[in-house]
């Protein structure tokens, strides 16, 4: 087993195994461009180590052959005493965790080499800065001490000397700075800070490794998705120096604005500096073009490096960057988290770019993203003037008390309050509090600082760098320019669109795209909304599976067809017993007589007819699937404690009877008890009732001239004798109103698949449906025995927390399990039945995944809630390129 690879060897597709940084070091490696040479440690060699405790036995005499062929080409060694070799050890798992695990710098320096560091660069105060860094780094990440010990001492080395930050301390004050932080290891481990270079770098090894368990990064993989068996892989790279001198600094850059994609390079530069300063917001940066005027050829080439990053892998690209007394060194790319509006718009530029073409720009963006665009905006109109205006790094709007570290954020956005957290600038420590928030400001920081990528990373509202800002994280509160002071608990509004902030509720109107969708805004209102339209045309294009909407009303349908639905997919008609028609289903239940039934049933009929017409009209010439009455019929009654009062206060004869009525339908296990198709089977004349309403409504509409396609589902069919006793009854009642209104209707009868018998028998079932819908939240209740209305309160955290899965199985389809079960049935129903037409209802019809699963299995159509239309239809499309 090969567990290293150095730069010369790898390439980009191996990104499982080298992670995103050490493939695409590798891959702008082979492009020609500038790297400093390095080699990268498998995430294989990760595993083993995560699974024993211990780097596999082979790894050691690797990296000693990978380090030997380093110091062969740069012709130095690492830590020697004349003429010492630097590395850096980095962490990189194959889908990008920013900041979530760690990095150490300056590997290599010792005692002895720090001199022979100062001589050959004949720069000791930087020899001296790079080696307290290392011992910084080193202590904290390697050794775990606290942050804060070295904070504090280099605070007090500066304070005494007048020096704003450790930019302006001396050689002779660095040097001194460098055997306090030794010290600090001494006192904190009982051991000297390590000499010997190779156990630096074994150490630092081993450190990266574990920080893939650190807390941060899984609670970033748990919000991510990313699984957490697949460990980092560790890239060692020679090291270049940002902190050598004025013409020397450190950067980070994107070929395009990731918050809007507009084209153009956007870019902050830290002259005098290593790495980790820019991102972490402690110091100011400067905008990328201050590089043009301080090293000119550096920032031609990096231009013309960035085009040729872009061009290569035909998209956005961020960078890291080091120029080392002017030279470029490439230090870090990848393909960018950007926005959902700028992930749309940079998918059609290049598309009309003729660099990528219509299937990978449906590749290019989510459902996810789009549904995102689609979340309410602030109303202009109604804002009041801002309290101050900064970075829009990551959009949308967002409302909430205002909090100042994370701990509280988690803590009230558990109790239920909705939260803004602001800081000075974010470190990955504030991840917790930045998944509770509704958004994200801070005082400090570009486009590029922590708290923008990792808000644009999750889809969350973050407003950077509102410099006019002062925060007061000690006394919990901020302060404007102005002087008006905000406490913890005021209510903000932060707009991540236009970078404003305001005090107090703002309140919102719907979105752009929302509106091009209702159709009150035109395709081309704007760049954005553009951009989605030629999208959605592409999806539509391509896609093979319909999208339907689980919609019972008229305006629910009208909405849904605005929103591109090809039919409802899931009429409920239990809403049309609520409300004041409960009396009538009251009576229904307490009849004691055929007559006393029949009357009720009578004066429900004209009220369900009513219903249906409205909903063929607006669905007019596009299906419409009805599904008789589902929930158990005591949902209708009153409840029986409040009943019990109620009789014993006064005795009404008809409250006894309810009472009585109450008990004998009460059941330990409603969802499994008398509902769905059984309700049809044991109360006589309900579901002739509903099939004459359907029937009766689709002649009426015919009779006006309509085209109405209703389909009558059954639920909850568990063998196919209840399927073929109920649809001999319908038949019969739809003759008999085609007979009276002299109409040929056609209506299919079908049924759902939402119990895992009616799975394992859809052979048999489909001789007597004409479609199946599969109820796939029934399902999922069914196939795992969970009760959705409880466990997800009760042990679903504590099941995620554990990876037992990784998302709920009623949020995302269980593609081993329940969807192995959809697969089967729904072979097995066509192989019954060729013409059969299947489609899926219930939650998982609008979740991208689960689509893309559904569209795998070859279902006909997927049904989900009118607003998720749009993100179904994208979903459809992507899943067919
Ligand atoms: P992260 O994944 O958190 O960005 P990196 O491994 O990219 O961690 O490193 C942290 C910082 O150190 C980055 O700014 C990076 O550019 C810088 N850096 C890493 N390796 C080197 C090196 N060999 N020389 C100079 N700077 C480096
Ligand atoms: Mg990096
Ligand atoms: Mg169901």
Known sequence: MTYVYDFTEGHRGLARLLGGKGANLAEMTRLGLPVPPGFTI?????????????????????????????????GRRLGDGTNPLLVSVRSGAERSMPGMMDTVLNIGLTDTSVHALAARSGDERFAWDSYRRLIQMFGETVLGIDAAAFEERLAHAARPTGANDETELTAGQLERLTGAFKDIVRERTGRPFPQDPREQLDLAIRAVFDSWNGERARLYRRRERIPHHLGTAVTICTMVFGNLGPDSGTGVAFTRDPATGRQGVYGDYLPGAQGEDVVAGRRNTVPLTELARRGPRAHAELLRIMETLENHYRDLCDIEFTVERGTLWMLQTRVGKRTAAAAFRIAVQLLDQGLIDEAEALRRVTGEQLAQLMFPRFDAGAAPAPLATGIAASPGAAVGAAVFDPATAVARAAAGERVVLVRRETTPDDLDGMIAAEGILTARGGKTSHAAVVARGMGKTCVCGAEELTVDVAARQLTTAEGTVIREGDILSLDGTTGRVHRGEVPVVPSAVVEYFEGTALADADELVAAVHRIMGLADAARRLDVRANADTAEDAARARRFGANGIGLCRTEHMFLGERRELVERLILAGTDRERHAALAALLPLQRAGFTDLFAAMDGL?????????????????????????????????????????????????????????????????????????????????????????????????????????????????????????????????????????????????????????????TQTVWGFSRDDVEASFFAAYLEKGIFGVSPFETIDADGVGALVRTAAAAGRAAREDLKLGVCGEHGGDPESVRFFHTVGLDYVSCSPFRIPVARLEAGRAAT
């Open 42 to 74: 498998t995430t294989e060699a990760c595993r083993a180590y995560l699974r024993t405790g211990t780097p596999p036995p082979a790894l050691h005499d690797e990296v000693s052959a990978h380090l030997a062929a380093l110091e062969r080409r740069t």
């Open 623 to 779: 299906p419409v699937t009805v599904r008789l009455l589902d929930p158990p019929l005591h949902e209708f009654l009153p409840d029986l404690t409040e009943l019990s009062v109620r009789v014993a206060l006064d005795r009404r004869d008809e409250d006894v009877r309810l009472l009585a009525a109450v008990r004998r339908l009460h059941e330990q296990n409603p969802m499994l008890g008398l509902r769905g198709v059984r309700l049809g089977l044991v109360v006589p004349g309900l579901f002739a009732m509903q099939v004459r309403a359907v029937a009766e409504a689709a002649a009426q509409r015919r009779a006006a001239g309509g085209d109405p396609r209703p389909e009558i589902m059954i639920p909850l069919v568990g063998t196919v004798r209840e399927l073929e006793i109920v649809r001999e009854d319908a038949e019969a009642v739809v003759t008999e109103v085609e007979e009276a209104h002299g109409v040929r209707l056609g209506i299919p009868l079908g049924t759902m698949i939402e119990l895992p018998r009616a799975a394992l028998t859809a052979g048999q079932i489909a001789e007597h449906a004409d479609f199946f819908s599969f109820g796939t939240n029934d399902l």
